[in-house]
């Protein structure tokens, strides 16, 4: 994972160290204060995340940062983060998962950041129309899906990049996919969509970013013999 690209400054592994010995795990998207606190009032020895504590580089230990800090030290709960490793992973990855559940068979890789591919495509079958791919992604996110359209009318070819995945709309163009699922977008993304012929489907950036935390910390249960719990604070962003 050491090796795996992210963005400047952000901080993949352990990011506080608490108590040797775990025994119970807490998945939260976020590491945010609200997030560790109930994830300590859950008996948590290890707090994994997708988004961690530290971005951009060293920053003080003042303000809203301590007050997230803080607790973690007190309690003796070890905070572990994993940012876009966890977004391309082939098993426990956000894409490779939300792939799966909307029926998509994987069959490539795309969406790169610095040669590391984030981003999963393959193929629906059957097709399914535009407003029915939105339905099933409402199901499968739990929540309200905006859709672009552009596209064909029956879309068969699907590409999934979680998070904010709507900049690589233009590779999706290129490799002929009808629909690209992502979590949020820019204004442009809207005319990017007519203009390159295809359907764009916003499920949020949280709401995307789920399915790896829950994953790996059941991996850990299962592999370890270790409870575990998940942490949901939906912000409908």
């Not at 905070?79 to 082939?90: A, F, I, Q, T, V």
């Not at 899906?145 to 979680?162: A, D, S, Y």
Request: glycine share 14%; proline share 6%.
């Amino acid at each position: 994972m050491a090796a795996h690209p992210d963005y400047p400054g952000a901080l993949n592994g352990l990011q506080v160290e608490g108590r040797e010995e775990v025994r119970h795990v807490v998945a939260a998207v976020d590491a945010s204060e609200a997030a560790i606190r109930e994830a300590i009032e859950r008996g948590a020895d290890l707090l994994v995340v997708h988004h961690g504590l530290f971005w951009g580089g060293p920053h003080p230990l003042t303000g809203p940062l301590m007050r997230r800090v803080r607790p973690l030290i007190e309690a003796g709960v070890s905070l572990w983060s994993c940012h876009l490793p966890l977004d391309g992973h082939p098993e426990v990855g956000n894409s490779a998962l939300l792939a799966r559940a909307l029926g998509v068979e994987l069959d490539g890789r795309f969406a790169a950041y610095e040669g590391a591919a984030l981003g999963w495509h393959g193929r629906l079958d059957p097709a399914l129309d535009p407003p029915a791919l939105r339905a099933r992604a409402e199901e499968v996110l739990g929540g309200p899906v905006r859709l672009l359209e552009g596209g064909p009318e029956g879309i068969e070819r699907v590409g999934v990049v979680t998070g904010a995945g709507a900049s690589f709309v233009g590779e999706a163009a290129d490799l002929r996919l009808d629909a690209l699922v992502t979590g949020e977008a820019s204004h442009h993304t809207f005319f990017d969509a007519k203009e390159l012929g295809i359907h764009v489907l916003l499920g949020g950036h949280y709401a995307t970013e789920t399915f790896g935390v829950r994953a790996l910390a059941e991996h850990l249960a299962e592999r370890f013999g270790l409870g575990w719990d998940f942490v949901d604070q939906p912000t409908g962003l």
